[in-house]
């Protein structure tokens, strides 16, 4: 299931694309790459908010909150801006992908504490095996159309403030 494209008649691209990069770094996404010839703004992934992190708004349903809570997630959205006559069509994409390490096993009692990082209140480390880092991989999880509908919204809420709606 994808987001319904978000038409807008009372702006151009170049205009849209800026309210929607201004959207995207209020979400705390970092922009990575924004061309408005091809019209597309693709951000850096973006490691899931945690549940206490409130002032996060990159969660959009509650499960999407349990999850990134529980997993190491990270989200990437693209969206492409195009122009039908006097519309400007845009449409978001948003991947997802969860780390994935392998767990490490235990040969023996001795190794049992090597299964714990050194780590201290302020600075937590992980430490991976050459087998485990070799078998790390981010998971594609599908995309999130909670949360292109939410970036969207955002977007069409922003431009009818520009243009003096409500």
């Not at 151009?12 to 703004?41: N, S, T």
């Not at 996060?56 to 006559?85: G, I, W």
């Not at 999880?141 to 243009?163: F, M, N, S, Y």
């Amino acid at each position: 299931m994808s987001s319904t494209p978000l038409t807008i008649t009372t702006m151009q691209k170049a205009p849209a694309m800026e309210v929607a990069q201004g959207i995207l770094r209020d979400m705390q996404f970092d922009v990575e790459k924004f061309d408005v010839d091809r019209g597309m703004i693709r951000t850096r992934p973006l490691s899931g908010a945690q549940f206490f992190e409130f002032w996060r708004q990159d969660n959009a349903t509650p499960l999407a909150t349990a999850e990134s809570s529980l997993h190491s997630l990270r989200r990437t959205v693209e969206l492409l801006f195009t122009t039908e006559s006097d519309e400007v069509i845009i449409t978001c994409t948003i991947q997802v992908k969860r780390l994935s390490i392998p767990e490490m096993e235990i040969a023996g009692m001795t190794q049992a504490a090597s299964l714990y990082t050194h780590s201290d209140a302020s600075l937590q480390q992980l430490r991976l095996n050459a087998e485990q880092a070799r078998n790390m991989a981010w998971i594609d999880l599908g995309r999130d159309p909670a949360l292109e509908r939410r970036i969207l919204t955002r977007i069409l809420a922003k431009v009818k403030q520009l243009e003096g709606g409500t």
